[in-house]
Nanobody, 125 residues
């Protein structure tokens, strides 16, 4: 069983940056693909980015491409989300998720088996 704990959320002004971390335990982290999702108030949870177990292949939703960067440090069992040029519409609870890497697209909620509790990101204008 994999446990995921996000950290690094907070409040920031538009144009600012934040870095989220997701620490994993209970599994062999290097075998897991990781993803970040977010859920804004009144909206469904949406996928924003994923990274393969190797760390060399990443995917981004159009809404964050060029502003957000996903990375991982397998030695520390941690995945990161660097968020730059933040906008008020980025305000949401951010969740990290994990699954054993496979041919899955890594863009859909149902593809991930393990979830963190979420961390709030608030961007003020």
């Amino acid at each position: 069983q994999v446990q995921l704990v996000e950290s690094g959320g907070g409040q920031v002004q538009a144009g600012g940056s934040l870095r989220l971390s997701c620490a994993a335990s209970g599994g062999t982290f290097r075998n897991y693909a990781m993803g970040w999702f977010r859920q804004a108030p009144g909206k469904e949870r949406e996928w924003i980015t994923s990274i393969r177990s190797s760390g060399t292949i990443t995917y981004y939703a159009d809404s964050v491409k060029g502003r957000f960067t996903i990375s991982r440090e397998n030695a520390k069992n941690t995945v990161y989300l660097q968020m730059n040029s933040l906008k008020p519409e980025d305000t949401a609870v951010y969740y990290c998720a994990a699954r054993y890497d496979s041919i899955a697209s890594l863009r859909r909620e149902y593809e991930f088996n393990y979830w963190g509790q979420g961390t709030q990101v608030t961007v003020s204008s």
